[in-house]
């Protein structure tokens, strides 16, 4: 059964930092590409990043661009994103996201499993 | 950037009932649509890929239709299970991605 559990938030003061993780288990974590996603109190899905099975390609939402990094470590199954400078409009929950994709009739990736999210607050 | 506009934000309708949500895109995606549902304090779930493409277990009321710029979610025979949240995402300017703002399904 595939399964992405993250961990790592919590409450931190504007402009400290925070590491998520996103352990996988279930699947071949080495072979699937990863996203973050946030959603903030009562709103909709952002996505934030994405890293490629190799870590060779990342991209970032101009939103957290500069202030996240995302990383991952195939030998533990495990996904990260640092994230630093964090401001009161990055309180949301963070869910982890495997990505998959389908060829035919063309190729189109989609987010098949999701973690169960967890909650960072930025406030004093 | 793709924008994704989804309308209406918000939708009442009773059990049995047939529901139709629109997303649009701000340019051709081509069929790069998916359609998410997501419940209260729960993760997104995946109900269809490729614009209408039904993920395996998703219930065959669910079909989903549209390719360029404006797709559309049906839900036929609307069961109380349904209610829900459902979000497009485009997936054109992968790995560069976008939701749509969400379409909140009430019941009547």
């Known amino acids: 059964e595939v399964q992405l559990v993250e961990s790592g938030g919590g409450l931190v003061a504007p402009g400290g930092s925070l590491r998520l993780s996103c352990a996988a288990s279930?699947?071949?974590?080495?072979?699937?590409?990863m996203n973050w996603v946030r959603q903030a109190p009562g709103k909709g899905l952002e996505w934030l990043s994405y890293?490629?099975?190799?870590?060779?390609?990342?991209n970032y939402a101009d939103s957290v661009k500069g202030r996240f990094t995302v990383s991952r470590d195939n030998a533990k199954n495990s996904l990260y994103l640092q994230m630093n400078s964090l401001r009161a409009e990055d309180t949301a929950v963070y869910y982890c996201?495997?990505?998959?994709?389908?060829?035919?009739?063309?190729?189109?990736?989609?987010?098949?499993?999701w973690g169960r999210g967890i909650l960072v607050t930025v406030s004093s | 950037d793709i924008q994704m506009t989804q309308s209406p934000s918000s939708l009442s309708a009773s059990v049995g009932d047939r529901v139709t949500i629109t997303c649009r895109a701000s340019q051709s995606i081509r069929s790069s649509l998916n359609w998410y549902q997501q419940k209260p304090g729960k993760a997104p779930k995946l109900l269809i890929s490729v614009a209408s493409s039904l993920q395996s277990g998703v219930p065959s009321r669910f079909s989903g239709s549209g390719s360029g710029t404006d797709f559309t979610l049906t839900i036929n025979s609307l069961q109380p299970e349904d209610f829900a949240t459902y979000y497009c995402?485009?997936?054109?300017?992968?790995?560069?991605?976008?939701f749509g703002q969400g379409t909140k399904l009430e019941i009547k």
């Open positions: 890293i490629d099975y190799t870590s060779s390609s990342i």
């Open positions: 279930g699947f071949t974590f080495s072979t699937y590409n």
């Open positions: 996201a495997r990505e998959d994709l389908v060829v035919v009739p063309a190729v189109s990736h989609y987010f098949d499993y």
């Open positions: 995402q485009q997936s054109h300017s992968s790995p560069v991605y976008s």
